[in-house]
């Protein structure tokens, strides 16, 4: 699971994320809201750092509903990934 720090490291210089299931959710959210995917990104980290507690693939479920962006399917992926 990518760090924060590693994820801002990524977005500086491309987002070639190594973590499919993240990548999965955020072409997701910006396809259904045509933001872009560094700004997608940016809202996953500021929220990760509130709820650090969390896996960052949860927590992009959850900027992906407070989108209004469905993603109901992913969410068995993401519990089988984080176990």
């Known amino acids: 699971m990518p760090a924060w ?6 977005v500086t210089y491309g987002l070639n994320i190594g ?3 993240l990548n999965k959710i955020i072409r997701r959210i910006s396809e259904r809201t045509g933001k872009d995917a560094k700004e997608i990104l940016a809202e996953i980290n500021k929220r990760h750092e509130e709820l650090k507690f969390l896996a960052i693939e949860v927590v992009a ?4 509903k407070e989108l209004g962006v469905d993603v109901k399917d992913l969410m068995d992926e993401v519990e089988k990934q984080i176990r």
Not at 61 to 64: M, R
């Open 5 to 10: 720090s590693v994820l801002r490291e990524l």
């Open 19 to 21: 973590d499919k299931m």
């Open 61 to 64: 479920l959850i900027v992906a």
